[in-house]
Structure formats: structure tokens, C-alpha cells
């Protein structure tokens, strides 16, 4: 027979000590390999410190609470063989360290593996939880004492821990504990319950589309610093003049939406803050700065997010907009959309119509400068001087690549296409 002394393993990230806070089998407990010890908080996670070895546990190096040294030994194991500490060594090591100081890590093999806490502990030489009854609840305030991986596994199981009693010192409940709580169909309230839960995981490759809808989120995340402001817009005028131009409008023409009006009054805006319409060569330090208004239409179809783009929107009225959105957006969600058709833009509009929430913080599609969130239309109470009145309202919600584009010129931006939208006749003013 051998000693094999376990110390506490590096946890990585430059922690150089953890506090001890539970002990999941006692001195004389027989453990397989892989059975885990003991559980120990960091400042960034609880994990769970297994055995490397099959043996029976003779010694423990600290008390809950403890602070102990990365390199410290942990727990003292006789093992069959020689184990890996020479005679009379294992003796020395008796006194636990709980200095709260770095030392250095154990070279010694195997190391091992630190897990974090992702399952129920597993039990010491195979026992099987027995089955126990409902406790009466903690008086009011008074908190349970058990682990963080105990707590933990209660949550997920839904359990109610002032419901379960402890075994350990001080009543603290132990993972056995909460194992035979939910054998014997506890739940909160201490009914049964009916709910399982599903420990499934699937595995979905992101490939295709999806992929390059992900790297390209990491460059525009990555690369722009976002700048994203939000305004209010009554849009009570612009949907009465909608209706009736969508009432009256001629056989064969496109139903308008809000967008053909929204992409107008960009393009005005735009004669006033050119530097929006742009793409930024980050790498070279140039930016290209567009006559033509390109714009963008993210769109989600069944493969995934596309941004089919209207070209030279500029020289289109409203109607012609119309119709090469709805051109567009089929293509794009029957796949027939052509990299010409997808690519291009120089600034875009992303919207999730009646989904569109109060406020939305638009990712700009990378290299563009700027991106148009629009949220969702509602009726709301606005005073109109004298009293208050239903109105329909919509937030912008717009992000604009800080580099480019300041804050001043960001909002006067938003605020002239704000303007337009609140008097839609503008919009067909020529200017």
C-alpha cells in the first residue's frame, strides 16, 4: 500500500488561490477514480476537483472556508502501489496551508482535471441515493447553508433548498442530501411534479450562410466603434397620406409600405450629411465617400439574413422604391438573388416590422458608416399643447461608426429625416 497526495490544481487564469467550500465524501470513503473530491470558489468560478486515482481518503487538507494555495496539498489518499509520495513524507504535509498566497502549481502526474460544474456530484463508491421526505421550511430569513454546486443543481431541478434537510455540520446540505430529496418526488411545495427536464444537446454546424453572416458580425463588432441614437417619430401624417395614395394608386403599381418613404427622405438627408453614405477602408485610412445612394434592405429569409440592395435610390420616387423591394426581397427568399443584387451597399435599413420593439441597437454592416433601425409602429398619448391625443408613433434606432461619424452630425441626421417623415410632403418637394 501507498500514499497519493492530491494537490490543488491551477485553475487557470492567474489565480493563485481558492477558497475551499465543500468537502463531497468524508475520511474513510472509499473513491473511484474520477469521483469528484471536493468543490472550490475562485473569484471568477465554482469547480469540482476529481480523484486521478482509486483509493481510500485518510487525510483533508482544510476546513470549509479555507483559503488554500495553488500547490497546496488538498487530500491524502492510500492507494494500492506505491503512490506518489516516498515514506514519512505524506506526515509533513498534515498541517493544511491556508495562507492566502501563490505558490508553485504541482508538476507531479497525473494532474487532475479540473471540471467545472456542469452535473449532479457523483456518489462515493457507487451508493445510491435513498429516498427522503419533505422538510419542514426554514424559518423566514434564514438561509440554507449548502454549495454553490449545490445550489446550483437545486435551481435547475427547481427545488426549494429551505425544504431539504441537511446532514452535514450546522445542518449544511450536501449533494446525498439533495439527491434523496428529489428520489423521494420532492419539488417546491413538496408536491410532485411533473415536469421533467431535458438534458438533450444538439448539435448544429454553423456553415453556409450562417457562417458568413457570423464572421461578419465579429468584423463589424470588432472593427467600428457603434454610436447608436434613438428619436421618436409621429408617424400619424405619413400613414394617412400612405392610405390614400395606396387607395388610389394604379393597377399594377406595388402596395407602399413604409419603407419607399423612409429611403426618400434618407436620401434628402444624406445631401445635408453626405459622410453617412460611405464605406470606410479601415485598413488603408480612406474613406469612400458615395454620390449614388446605394441602400440596403436586410431582409430574413429562411437560409438566414440577406441585404438585397436598391441601387442609386436617389433617382426612384417612391414607387419606383416599391417595386424593386418587392423584386428584391422574393429573390432573396426564393435564393435566385444574384452577388450583384447582395452586394454593394452604401448604407442600410434594418427592420423587424411589427416585431421591431421600442428600441433596437442596429450592427452596421461593415465597411458602411451608418445603419437605419426602424421599430415598431404603436398608438400612443402625445400633448399636443392643450390636450393629449392618439398619435402613431415609431422610434429610429441608428447606429453610425464613431470614427466617421460624430454624435452632432448623427443626430442631425436622424432629426431631418425625422422632419421628413413627420411631413411627408416634403419628401416629394424637389429641392
Not at 470588432?222 to 417619430?233: A, G, K, L, M, N
Not at 449614388?292 to 436586410?298: D, L, P, Q
Request: proline content about 7%; charged content about 25%; hydrophobic content about 40%.
Amino acid at each position: 500500500m501507498g500514499e497519493h497526495i492530491i494537490k490543488l490544481p491551477d485553475v487557470g487564469e492567474g489565480v493563485a488561490e481558492a477558497e475551499l467550500v465543500e468537502w463531497l465524501v468524508p475520511i474513510g470513503a472509499n473513491v473511484r477514480e474520477d469521483d469528484v473530491l471536493a468543490a472550490v470558489m475562485t473569484d471568477k468560478a465554482t469547480v469540482e476537483i476529481p480523484s486521478p486515482v482509486e483509493g481510500k481518503i485518510i487525510w483533508q487538507g482544510g476546513n470549509i472556508g479555507d483559503v488554500l494555495a495553488v500547490g497546496s496539498p488538498l487530500i491524502r489518499l492510500e492507494v494500492d502501489g506505491a503512490g506518489n509520495v516516498k515514506p514519512g513524507e505524506a506526515a509533513a504535509m498534515e498541517a493544511p496551508k491556508v495562507e492566502a498566497k501563490a505558490s508553485t502549481p504541482s508538476q507531479e502526474k497525473p494532474k487532475p482535471e479540473v471540471k467545472p460544474i456542469t452535473k449532479p456530484a457523483p456518489m462515493a463508491n457507487g451508493a445510491a441515493a435513498s429516498p427522503q421526505p419533505a422538510g419542514a421550511p426554514r424559518a423566514e430569513g434564514e438561509a440554507p447553508l449548502a454549495s454553490p454546486a449545490v445550489r446550483k443543481r437545486a435551481s435547475e431541478a427547481g427545488v426549494d433548498l429551505r425544504r431539504v434537510h441537511g446532514t452535514g455540520p450546522a445542518g449544511r446540505i450536501s449533494h446525498k442530501d439533495l439527491d434523496g430529496f428529489m428520489a423521494g418526488g420532492n419539488a417546491i411545495g413538496g408536491a410532485v411534479s411533473a415536469l421533467t427536464r431535458d438534458m438533450s444537446v444538439t448539435d448544429i454546424p454553423i456553415i453556409g450562410l450562417r457562417r458568413k453572416i457570423a464572421e461578419k458580425m465579429v468584423v463589424s463588432t470588432s472593427r467600428i466603434p457603434h454610436i447608436t441614437y434613438v428619436d421618436e417619430v409621429d408617424m400619424t401624417a405619413l400613414e394617412e397620406l400612405r392610405k390614400k395614395l395606396n387607395d388610389a394608386r394604379k393597377e399594377g403599381r406595388p402596395k407602399l409600405t413604409l419603407l419607399p418613404f423612409l429611403m426618400r427622405a434618407m436620401v434628402k438627408a444624406i445631401a445635408d450629411q453626405p459622410q453617412v453614405n460611405a464605406l470606410f477602408d479601415d485598413e488603408a485610412g480612406v474613406v469612400h465617400q458615395h454620390g449614388g445612394c446605394h441602400i440596403g434592405i436586410a431582409a430574413q429569409t429562411p437560409g438566414g439574413l440577406m441585404v438585397p440592395v436598391v441601387r442609386h435610390t436617389e433617382a426612384r420616387d417612391v414607387w419606383d422604391c416599391a417595386s424593386e423591394i418587392m423584386r428584391l426581397s422574393e429573390a432573396a427568399k426564393k435564393g435566385t438573388a444574384s452577388r450583384e443584387e447582395l452586394s454593394g451597399s452604401t448604407i442600410t435599413i434594418t427592420s423587424l416590422g411589427a416585431l421591431g420593439g421600442i428600441v433596437t441597437t442596429p450592427v452596421i454592416n461593415h465597411p458602411e458608416v451608418a445603419i437605419i433601425g426602424v421599430n415598431k409602429m404603436q398608438t400612443l398619448p402625445r400633448w399636443d399643447g392643450q390636450e393629449f391625443r392618439p398619435r402613431k408613433c415609431m422610434n429610429l434606432s441608428s447606429s453610425f461608426d464613431h470614427r466617421i461619424v460624430d454624435g452632432w452630425n448623427a443626430a442631425i441626421f436622424i432629426q431631418r429625416i425625422k422632419a421628413l417623415l413627420e411631413n411627408p410632403a416634403m419628401i416629394f418637394i424637389e429641392d
